[in-house]
């Protein structure tokens, strides 16, 4: 009797729990009553807030130019079960999650328009190129979407934009839309204002391109000789801005801007001197005689490999790149005076793009320290107590491509008003300074042509249109296992000889490649800006 009681107990609590479950069933998916709690059931969904826009010199954008497609994923509707065959194996587990925990609504991204097959799905464009592009100019944004590097980073004030597009949707309790609802899809206003950059998108895509096939460690610098704006910067390795752990993980410094960096400047500071020995009288047809080793004081400073080049003049000297020529040089000269004309070629000072970007100052020696002979010695040639970034050695090479005028490298334009496309300039140029007279620059620029024509330079002769610079090799002080010395390679020159219109730079970091790996790196660069110069077919 006992036992049918608890039974009867027992059964009346199924049927109440029952009906109390099939209650909520009846509400959950009634129409009505969720209309009444619609307030408590619109899902608010921001897509990725976009940027203002980045610009090359000719108005072409670097963002924006690709597109990602985003699926809403709503677990209690028939399309979430559509989606599953539309992402990846991972997005497949992290669906099955949500599905689990009986999620609101959310986005997933998606290779394709999904809206044919019952998935409603909107388009954004994304802030980096598929391939992307001049990473280390125009840096990478945080979590938050603000700029972390470079140009990004800079103008963020500016670029940054406080709302982003977003997507609202009334659900019922199980999670599908309501019967009378759709997404709701509200786009935020564009930005009004863009960031104009020197670099030629065409120009730096070659040069990166080149230095992909032919550096691990280094960077390429590409001027127009005229104005010295920036056209191309790439410095190598490279990063992906959308996988920044990947590089932190490798430790391999692909974060460094190389172009901005300072290095121990070598040999194709050797101009500078040249210049200053011209316009001091110095007779560049008089010969000396290289026995590969010099003498100052008690110290011994020799040729590279010890080379004993024979009777030189000043071209000659440059071509073959004589150490013991300039050492000689370098102390007839003074330290006052050549530090004087490096100060004027902007060494010793960093250059400023915006407020917050700027290349390394590098290091200039003190007027205190060139009165040892030995340190004077060592700056006649481009070491000691002397390092450069890449942008003051293209200042310095620019000088003899045009006029004698020190031209401040400019990376920034200026900010493009959108509606009305008018440019307000950056006031980050500087003031044209001449530094050496017309004359000067004239007899230097003909001994550059010899570096190339017959000196060390010959790898950098490109297929048409001649070249002019400087071969490079400096000391750094560090060593391979096998005891070899790494050396930072340059080349430095302009391009096309008669009538340069560009000055280009190049930068093998830390290597034991030759010197004249840096030369050929420049020839292919200017045969590139030949053939992107040729009219289309």
Known sequence: MKGARLISVYAAFLAMFGVVMGRLYLLAGNQDYASTARAQTVTTLELPRQRGDIL????????GLSDQWYALALPGDDSYVTLFRYVSYEDQSLLYDQAGQSAGPFLMPVDRDLTG??????????????????????GY???????????????????????????????????SLMEDSQPLFSEAPAAS???????????????EGVARDGM?????????????????????PAYDPDNLQKSIDANDTSLINRCFSAFSVGSVFKPLLAAVALEEGIDPDESYECKGWIQ????????????????VDMAEALAQSCNCYFVRLGQQLGGEKILQAARGAGFGQPVYFAASLKTAAGVLPEAQQLQSSGELANFSFGQGHFTATPVQVAALLNLFAGDGVYRQPTLVRGIVDQNTGLLEPSVYTGQPVQVFEEETVEQLRRMLWGVVGHGLGRPALPSFGGAGGKTGTAQTGRFSPEGEEYTDVWFAGFWPAEEPRYTVVVLLDSTLQ????????????????????????
Do not use: N
């Not at 998935?119 to 464009?125: G, H, L, Q």
């Not at 938050?144 to 609202?168: N, S």
């Not at 691990?216 to 190598?236: F, N, P, Q, W």
């Open 56 to 63: 090359d010199v000719e108005g072409r954008s670097f963002t």
């Open 117 to 138: 097959e019952g998935v409603f799905s909107v388009c954004e464009p994304v802030r980096e190129m598929e391939l992307p592009i001049a990473v280390h100019i125009l």
């Open 141 to 175: 944004l945080d979590q938050e979407g603000h700029g972390v590097t470079g140009v990004e980073a800079a103008f963020d004030d500016l670029l940054y934009q406080p709302d982003g597009d977003i997507l609202r949707c009334s659900t019922t309790a199980r999670g």
């Open 193 to 207: 204002q863009a960031v104009q950059l020197t670099l030629d998108r065409s120009i730096q895509r070659m040069v």
């Open 216 to 236: 691990e460690k280094g960077c390429i610098l590409v001027l127009d000789t005229a104005t010295a704006e920036i056209r191309a910067a790439v410095s190598m």
């Open 296 to 311: 100052v004081d008690d110290q011994i400073f020799r040729c590279a490999q010890g080379t004993a080049h024979g009777q």
């Open 514 to 537: 030759p010197s004249g790996a840096a030369a050929s790196l420049f020839s292919q660069v200017c045969t590139g800006l030949g053939y992107l110069e040729e009219p289309a077919a």
